[in-house]
């Protein structure tokens, strides 16, 4: 991937992953353009990052978004990078009835939320140089949290979905990417002083550097070896994860 020169639109922007992102590739002179819920964190971080610009979006209405998209083409002609990061958490503990709201929100959001704004932006990146499409899933696709069932379908979907733009869009210039954070401090499930996980900015420099190397997949350790475990003997490792979380401080 070019690491400076990109018009780089980011949805989730104003916290965590988002904005560590999007505060680093604006650092290394990209065009920024950041969306997400919250207007008063878009606020902060465009006040903190002169230049960058904010655009409203909620990833969860396909109208919201072809007019984002619209905003996005006529304003940022040169948009040639969509991250798709914007993404929720919410504990569903399948081990019964899981509440269908949640389910509903939690799909939408994060699989049908990627996969709609790539298909309003796709034919305009098509026509631009170096462009990327990356998409934010988690190792929670490939080794899955028990009590976050349902996010972690959506991402180890997201994946599944990313390996066939990869295959589909081999002949029209995109490179497709896969960005699979480990457990990371952020404010997902309270996890901003979680010990277990890795601080963000670890993450961001990491990820950053896999970037800069053309990588397809950006696997911050201990995402590597997550990545690597599903096969016949998977769940042998899904329950080891998960009674670590059982036996840490309660989630949420």
Same mark, same amino acid.
């Given at each position: 991937?070019?690491?400076? &020169?990109?018009?780089?639109?980011?949805?989730? &922007?104003?916290?965590?992953?988002?904005?560590?992102?999007?505060?680093?590739?604006?650092?290394?002179?990209?065009?920024?353009?950041?969306? &997400?819920?919250?207007?008063?964190?878009?606020?902060?971080?465009?006040?903190?990052?002169?230049?960058?610009?904010?655009?409203?979006?909620?990833?969860?209405?396909p109208?919201?978004?072809?007019?984002?998209?619209?905003?996005?083409?006529?304003?940022?002609?040169?948009?040639?990078?969509?991250?798709?990061?914007? &993404?929720?958490?919410?504990?569903?503990?399948? =081990?019964?009835?899981?509440?269908?709201?949640?389910?509903?929100?939690?799909?939408?959001?994060?699989?049908?939320? $990627?996969?709609?704004?790539?298909?309003?932006l796709? =034919?305009?990146?098509?026509?631009?140089?170096?462009?990327?499409?990356?998409?934010?899933?988690?190792?929670?696709g490939?080794?899955?949290?028990?009590?976050?069932?349902?996010?972690?379908?959506t991402?180890a979907?997201?994946?599944?979905?990313?390996?066939?733009?990869?295959y589909?869009?081999?002949?029209?210039?995109?490179?497709?990417?896969?960005?699979?954070?480990?457990?990371?401090?952020?404010?997902?499930?309270?996890s901003?002083?979680?010990?277990?996980?890795?601080?963000?900015?670890?993450?961001?420099?990491?990820?950053?550097?896999?970037?800069?190397?053309?990588?397809?997949?950006?696997?911050?350790?201990?995402?590597?070896?997550?990545?690597?475990? $599903?096969?016949?003997?998977?769940?042998?490792?899904v329950?080891?994860?998960?009674?670590?979380?059982?036996?840490?401080? =309660?989630?949420?």
């Amino acid at each position: 991937m070019r690491m400076t &020169g990109n018009t780089i639109f980011i949805t989730g &922007g104003g916290s965590g992953i988002g904005r560590g992102l999007a505060e680093a590739f604006h650092n290394r002179g990209n065009q920024v353009i950041i969306s &997400g819920r919250r207007k008063e964190r878009l606020q902060e971080t465009i006040d903190a990052n002169p230049g960058m610009v904010a655009i409203e979006l909620d990833i969860a209405d396909p109208d919201s978004i072809q007019a984002a998209a619209t905003t996005l083409i006529s304003n940022h002609p040169g948009l040639n990078v969509l991250i798709n990061n914007a &993404g929720i958490m919410l504990l569903d503990h399948a =081990e019964g009835p899981v509440d269908d709201a949640l389910a509903l929100s939690t799909v939408t959001t994060n699989l049908l939320g $990627p996969i709609r704004m790539t298909s309003a932006l796709v =034919e305009h990146l098509k026509t631009r140089p170096d462009a990327v499409i990356a998409n934010v899933s988690s190792v929670l696709g490939f080794v899955p949290m028990a009590v976050a069932a349902v996010y972690s379908a959506t991402k180890a979907a997201v994946h599944s979905y990313t390996l066939s733009q990869r295959y589909l869009l081999r002949e029209h210039g995109i490179q497709p990417v896969e960005i699979a954070p480990p457990w990371v401090r952020t404010e997902l499930l309270n996890s901003s002083e979680e010990e277990r996980a890795i601080p963000l900015d670890q993450f961001i420099t990491e990820a950053m550097k896999q970037l800069e190397s053309g990588a397809d997949e950006i696997l911050v350790a201990p995402a590597e070896a997550m990545r690597a475990n $599903p096969g016949p003997n998977e769940h042998a490792w899904v329950n080891q994860f998960n009674d670590m979380i059982a036996a840490g401080p =309660e989630l949420g």
